[in-house]
C-alpha cells in the first residue's frame, strides 16, 4: 500500500535559518507529490506540489524536489520566518485525474517553530 | 468567495451516541472529501463524494457513513461512536472539469472537532 514518513519532529528553528523537512514514500504507480500546510485552528492549504520524476514545486520561498530515485520529496526554505510557523504534513496521490484525486495519503506531520 | 465551512466547529458527545457533521463545499466545487485527523497524526481518508454517489472509501467501518446533497453540500455519520472517534474531522472540497482530466486542488474547511467521552 502506500505510506509517508516524515522526520519525526518538533522542529525548532531562529528567523532567517535553514529549513529542511525530510519527506520519503512508498506508493503503487506514479504519485504526486503535495505538501500541505496548517497553521493553528484552521484547515490545511496546499503549499506546493509536484506531479512526476524531477519536478521541483515551489510556493512562498518554499521548494520541494521530486526523487523518483530516493523516493523523497523533501522541503526547504532558505531563510524561514515567525509566520512560517505551522504544521507540514508530506502527502500523495497515486491515480491521475477523476475521483481519485481527493483521495491523498498524509504523512504523521511536522511541527515546525520559528523564534525571532 | 466563502471557502469550504463546516459545522459544528466542536462537538462533545457520549459512548454510543450518533453524530452528524456537515460541510459546503467552495463555490463551484462539485467533490466532497472526508478525512478524520486524530491529534498528533496526519489525516486519513474516509470517504469521497461526487455525483450524490460515494466514489472512494478509505478504511473506515461501516458506522461511518455520508450522504451528498443536490447543491453538493455534504454529510458525515458517525453511529455507535467510540472514545478512539474523538478527533479532527475535515472536509475537502474540489472539482472535476470533464474533459481535461485536470482536477482543481484540493480545499479543506478548518473542521469539525469531536470529542467523545
Known amino acids: 500500500g502506500n505510506s509517508v514518513t516524515q522526520m519525526e519532529g518538533p522542529v525548532t528553528l531562529s528567523e532567517e535559518a535553514f529549513l529542511t523537512i525530510n519527506c520519503t514514500y512508498t506508493a503503487t504507480g506514479y504519485p504526486s507529490l503535495f505538501w500541505y500546510v496548517q497553521y493553528p485552528g484552521e484547515g490545511l492549504q496546499l503549499l506546493l506540489k509536484?506531479?512526476?520524476?524531477?519536478d521541483k514545486g515551489s510556493n512562498k520561498g518554499f521548494e520541494a524536489t521530486y526523487r523518483k530515485e530516493t523516493t523523497s520529496f523533501h522541503l526547504e526554505k532558505g531563510s524561514v520566518q515567525v509566520s512560517d510557523s505551522a504544521v507540514y504534513f508530506c502527502a500523495l496521490n497515486t491515480n491521475a485525474g477523476g475521483t481519485s484525486y481527493g483521495k491523498l495519503t498524509f504523512g504523521q506531520g511536522t511541527i515546525l517553530t520559528v523564534h525571532p | 468567495d466563502a471557502g469550504v465551512t463546516q459545522s459544528p466547529t466542536h462537538l462533545i458527545k457520549t459512548r454510543g451516541q450518533q453524530v452528524t457533521l456537515r460541510c459546503s463545499p467552495k463555490?463551484?466545487?462539485?467533490?466532497v472529501s472526508w478525512y478524520q485527523q486524530a491529534l498528533g497524526q496526519g489525516p486519513q481518508f474516509i470517504f469521497q463524494y461526487y455525483e450524490e454517489e460515494e466514489r472512494q472509501r478509505g478504511n473506515f467501518p461501516d458506522r461511518f457513513s455520508g450522504h451528498q446533497f443536490p447543491n453538493y453540500s455534504s454529510e458525515l455519520n458517525v453511529n455507535a461512536l467510540l472514545l478512539g472517534d474523538s478527533a479532527l474531522y475535515l472536509c475537502?472540497?474540489?472539482?472535476?472539469?470533464?474533459?481535461?482530466?485536470?482536477?482543481?486542488?484540493?480545499?479543506f474547511g478548518n473542521g469539525t472537532r469531536l470529542t467523545v467521552t
Open positions: 475537502a472540497s474540489s472539482s472535476i472539469p470533464s474533459g481535461t482530466g485536470y482536477n482543481s486542488p484540493l480545499h
Open positions: 463555490s463551484g466545487h462539485d467533490t
Open positions: 509536484a506531479t512526476k520524476a524531477d
